[in-house]
Every structure is written in C-alpha cells, then in structure tokens.
T-cell receptor, first 115, second 111 residues
Framework: KAGVTQTPRYLIKTRGQQVTLSCSPISGHRSVSWYQQTPGQGLQFLFEYFSETQRNKGNFPGRFSGRQFSNSRSEMNVSTLELGDSALYLC??????????????FGAGTRLSVL | DQQVKQNSPSLSVQEGRISILNCDYTNSMFDYFLWYKKYPAEGPTFLISISSIKDKNEDGRFTVFLNKSAKHLSLHIVPSQPGDSAVYFCAASDNFNKFYFGSGTKLNVKP
C-alpha cells in the first residue's frame, strides 16, 4: 500500500507570492491533516479535512487555506507569503473517525523557503 | 499556547542503556497519547500509543507510561540502539481527531 505522498518536496518562493502544496493520502484514508514544523516549535496544527469538509482548524491566519477533493486528495494554499512561513509542511492521513482512536500517517513533507 | 511540552530538546545515551523521554501536557481532556519518531528528510512515523484508561503500554523495546494525575507521559527504550537516534515527538488528542504535538526531543544513542 502506498504511503502518504506530498508534492513538491522542495519549493523556493519570494515574499508576496502564493504557493499550493499537494497531499495524496493512503488509499482508504478519509481524513487529511496539515502541520507546520519549524525549529523549536514542533508540529503546529493547521487544519484537518474529512469528506471534503474542514473539520478542525488551528490558530493560523486566513492566508493559510486548504481543500479536499472527492478522492480525499488535499491541497494547502498560502497566499501573500512572509519570511516566517519558511518551514516544513507535513500532511498526515488517517482512516476516519471522529470519536475513533486514530493513528496519523505522515508524508515526508514539503520544505518551503521564502526569500 | 503549548498544550504538550517536551522540555528536553536533546538526550544522549550509551548503546544498551535505557533511554527515557518525557512529555507533559496541560489539557485534562486529552485521552489518547502517541509517540512518533522522525528521521531527517522523512515524515514522523508512529511508534506507540496509550489510551487514558491505561497507565502502561509495551511494544517490544518500547514502553509508554502515563501518569494522569501529573499529566505526564514518558517513553522508555530498552535497550537503546544506535538506530534509535532520531527526533521523538509526543502527541495528545482529545475526542475530536485533533492532535497536539510537543516540540520534540533529539535522541542520540552512542555506540
């Protein structure tokens, strides 16, 4: 079974630009979560999508948005990039299940550098 | 507001000895806890979990202990091996499929 796939692996953008990151979950997984990892901050939760609906949201500004398609693939968009957005962006998928105990499986991440 | 904290950024242990990684949390609504291991250039991989109805869970060399009254959990690795060298994240979840991660502890197991 293929794992979680994130594309691209690396991105370099300049301030003010926008960027779209993609995530393909494990087959059969309906929940996709996005995290931002920066040095010393651990993984900061961005949002979670389930059945094409945003189910949970973290404390990030509106410049960060996402969506999920009917095949459970998800995209994350960051508009008006700032230097502080430079980070590793991780996507994780799980089977489903509010109320169920889930294990999240992570992709390798997209390393975004904002110059 | 960091609801899950790993106060030790790094830990160095000799091969064959015990590694103990610690994690504290503040939210009493958390009822499911996980440990992940992360190698450079890879995503975190699931290691072991524990439900709040238990205080211990074992899987081979890995044991997780949960102290609910202290809001503290720990991961014990016995015996430690050089291949265990990685960054370890603890995570906690409430009933809403939202996970809160600590900042990680970098474990170095010396041969």
């Amino acid at each position: 079974k293929a794992g979680v796939t994130q594309t691209p692996r690396y991105l370099i953008k300049t301030r003010g630009q926008q960027v779209t990151l993609s995530c393909s979950p494990i087959s059969g997984h309906r929940s996709v979560s996005w995290y931002q990892q920066t040095p010393g901050q651990g993984l900061q939760f961005l949002f979670e999508y389930f059945s094409e609906t945003q189910r949970n949201k973290g404390n990030f500004p509106g410049r960060f948005s996402g969506r999920q398609f009917s095949n459970s693939r998800s995209e994350m968009n960051v508009s008006t990039l700032e230097l502080g957005d430079s980070a590793l962006y991780l996507c994780a998928s799980s089977v489903s299940g509010q109320g169920e105990r889930n294990i999240q499986y992570f992709g390798a991440g997209t390393r975004l550098s904002v110059l | 507001d960091q609801q899950v904290k790993q106060n030790s950024p790094s830990l160095s242990v000799q091969e064959g000895r015990i590694s103990i990684l610690n994690c504290d949390y503040t939210n009493s609504m958390f009822d499911y806890f996980l440990w992940y291991k992360k190698y450079p250039a890879e995503g975190p991989t699931f290691l072991i979990s524990i439900s709040s109805i238990k205080d211990k869970n074992e899987d081979g060399r890995f044991t997780v202990f949960l102290n609910k009254s202290a809001k503290h959990l720990s991961l014990h690795i016995v015996p430690s091996q050089p291949g265990d060298s990685a960054v370890y994240f603890c995570a906690a979840s409430d009933n809403f499929n939202k996970f809160y991660f600590g900042s990680g502890t970098k474990l170095n197991v010396k041969p």
